[in-house]
């Protein structure tokens, strides 16, 4: 028996049964049920959030999922990226993604495109989409996503994660008297400075966070789609998981955006890594002051012959207890209140994780105390653990 509502939305015996539970919600039913299968949804990223995100518009019966990702498992995602297992390790995720939720409805239609989302092929990949779903950790791919959102006239589903907390919003969404919402833009109409705000792979998330906000995304992917309650259009859902406080906030139009304000000057994607300031590397400038560096392979060089050199490790206490080379420890935090502990009459060389905290404090010590004899040790415990010591965890 097929019920249909158009030739081109119907439903087989198996997915009725399937979706017993959504048709049977009165608010919800049948025609619900076939907007979500008409529906295209594109998730960017299927790491941390695009895991529930992509499992729940699956098994919702989402008719098309797109997922755009470049990047391969990684033994550390498995703590909170729970669409993948050890044998997903070294894989592309995207591939690994699409075949979980193809396992759990084999009813959906899943495209995955293994490449970064850039300016060159934003616009042709959403193109095809209805709603965009962003999961992305980084803000000029969620800039990116925004603007190609808006200058298609789509629906860009937003969602954030950070150590304890959460946010969610619904961009440019079209209310039922026709007005636009606010999109991502009037809410930050520019990027915080580089650095200022770490990603979760330098700031570290409670694993089961991403399973509770990306929950909360598919839910307005869900409502968006099937025009079931109201979305979070024109608020930001903030969520502090340590305190389980919730907090909506208004987001209010800005009529200098550059894209929906008064006078707009946008009309095409830019360059967002620029737009968003260099890259959070060892050797970016900052008022003119460059970064020298020594690598992971100088660093072991010099210790085997014996050299007068000072290593400090300017990560928290709990980090260096998780992993260390052997260095003097002194938190980025302190490191004013040890000037006199620091050489100033042979090399010192800094590290931190991965480069970038330990590339702001020399810049610091540099530009205020006079320092010249600093190096950054690039690619910092992580890269010591990959080229020197294998035996050494990554976390």
Avoid: W
Avoid at 137 to 164: E, H, M, P, W
């Amino acid at each position: 028996m097929m019920v249909t509502d158009t030739p081109t939305v119907s439903f087989s015996k198996a997915e009725i049964e399937r979706y017993s539970r959504h048709l049977i919600i009165p608010e919800f039913n049948i025609e619900g049920q076939r907007k979500l299968k008409a529906a295209r949804v594109l998730v960017v990223g299927s790491g941390g959030l695009g895991s529930p995100l992509l499992q729940y518009l699956a098994a919702a019966g989402i008719g098309k999922i797109g997922i755009v990702d470049y990047d391969r498992v990684d033994d550390s995602n498995l703590q909170r990226q729970v669409l993948f297992g050890v044998e997903s390790v070294g894989k592309l995720k995207a591939e690994e993604a699409a075949k979980r939720i193809t396992s759990l409805n084999p009813h959906i239609e899943v495209q995955t495109y293994n490449a970064m989302l850039t300016s060159d092929n934003a616009l042709d990949i959403i193109k095809d989409y209805d709603v965009v779903a962003d999961g992305t950790d980084n803000f000029a791919t969620r800039y990116l996503v925004n603007d190609a959102c808006v200058l298609l006239g789509k629906v860009n589903v937003y969602a954030s994660i950070f150590r304890f907390e959460g946010q969610v919003s619904v961009f440019n969404y079209t209310f039922p008297n026709g007005e636009k919402g606010p999109n991502y833009r009037d809410l930050f109409p520019t990027p915080p400075p580089p650095g200022l705000v770490p990603s979760c792979a330098e700031g570290g998330v409670i694993g089961v966070l991403p399973g509770i906000v990306g929950s909360m995304q598919a839910l307005e992917v869900i409502k968006v789609v099937s025009g079931v309650g109201e979305p979070l259009a024109g608020r930001l859902f903030l969520f502090d998981a340590l305190e389980f406080g919730t907090r909506v906030l208004k987001i209010r139009k800005d009529p200098a955006n550059p894209l929906t304000g008064e006078n707009p000057t946008q009309t095409e994607l830019i360059d967002y890594v620029q737009f968003c300031g260099a890259p959070q590397v060892e050797q970016a400038h900052d008022e003119g002051i460059q970064v020298k560096t020594k690598t992971v392979s100088e660093l072991k060089a010099l210790a085997d012959e014996g050299a007068d050199i000072q290593v400090i490790d300017v990560r928290e206490p709990y980090e260096y207890e998780i992993v260390n080379i052997g260095a003097e420890l002194i938190p980025q935090g302190e490191i004013e209140s040890h000037i006199d502990d620091i050489a100033r009459d042979k090399p010192v060389i800094i590290h931190c994780r991965s480069g970038v905290r330990s590339a702001k404090v020399i810049r610091k010590l540099e530009s205020d105390y006079g320092f010249d004899n600093l190096y950054n040790l690039t690619g910092g415990v992580l890269a010591y653990a990959r080229e020197i010591d294998p035996d050494l965890p990554q976390y």
